[in-house]
């Protein structure tokens, strides 16, 4: 149970890395560098409270070969209280589907987790499992600040920190994205770098989801209000492959219904599924 949910918070580890690829646009009669651009997004992303993004994630093995697919689409609300509603409709690797897919539900500190396999494994009999994250951590001996600091990563100006890391950005031109005029940056940013400008409870995590990735290539599209319409991880080495991340990002600041279930669809965590649990 603790590897498919640590899977599941890899992706969207991987996925807000692409959601944090946000940039600012330049002020009002003034010009900015490019750099300068990257430094103000993290200013601006903290204006946005709400946003939806379809995401799709492509792992390579070392020959090239696709080894793994995801894609799917997030919501994201910052205040009153952060909450994130992650549904991947396919998740495949190594050539084998993860039938249902995965949906998690984030509401404050409990996570709502879907993924039909548990029935077979774990002997569940509701759709949904619920996570007090905390209550877990205590019982379980679980690692519960990962599960918190990936909620926490789906803040922009969390995100965008990462890239202001960047020492190469640049403007490659402009470009309609999804209907939307945009200004396209460039450029790369070295992980160890990069992770020095979140909290110290963010960055072992992040570290560890992009390990092996020296540095790590982006493009994004950003609107004329500082807003990302698309943005694209590239990392990995070439020995161990490689991962894409892209994200196509709308309804900004517009109201997002994120509900976590029906009482009647979810259930606790079976015990012998928590007893299974490494300490």
């Known amino acids: 149970m603790r590897r498919l949910l640590v899977a599941a918070g890899a992706v969207a580890a991987i996925t807000v890395a692409g959601c944090g690829t946000t940039a600012t646009p330049s002020l009002e009669n003034v010009t900015l560098s490019a750099s300068e651009v990257l430094q103000q997004s993290a200013q601006k992303a903290d204006d946005v409270n709400t946003y939806a993004a379809d995401l799709v994630v492509n792992v390579t093995d070392a020959k090239g070969a696709q080894a793994g697919l995801v894609q799917g689409t997030m919501l994201y609300q910052k205040s009153p209280q952060v909450a994130t509603d992650i549904n991947l409709s396919q998740v495949s690797f190594n050539g084998q589907n993860l039938p249902g897919g995965v949906r998690v539900i984030v509401d404050g500190e409990v996570a709502y987790v879907k993924v039909d396999m548990l029935k077979n494994l774990l002997g569940a009999t509701k759709p949904y499992i619920r996570l007090d994250l905390k209550q877990l951590g205590s019982q379980a001996g679980v690692d519960v600040d990962q599960y918190l600091a990936q909620a926490r990563q789906f803040d922009l100006k969390t995100s965008t920190a990462l890239l202001t890391a960047s020492k190469d950005v640049k403007s490659v031109g402009s470009e309609q994205v999804g209907g939307v005029d945009t200004t396209h940056y460039a450029g790369t940013f070295p992980v160890d770098e990069a992770v020095k400008q979140l909290s110290d409870d963010q960055r072992s995590q992040l570290r560890g989801e992009l390990a092996g990735a020296k540095d790590v290539k982006f493009d994004a599209w950003i609107d004329a209000q500082g807003l990302p319409r698309k943005v694209e991880l590239n990392g990995g080495k ?8 892209t ?16 009482a009647d669809q979810v259930g606790e965590l079976p015990q012998r599924a928590t007893a299974d649990l490494p300490s």
Do not use: R
């Open 247 to 262: 994200a196509m990002f709308k309804s900004f600041n517009e109201p997002v219904s994120i509900k976590v279930p029906a």
């Open 238 to 245: 070439p020995d161990a492959g490689a991962f894409k991340a």
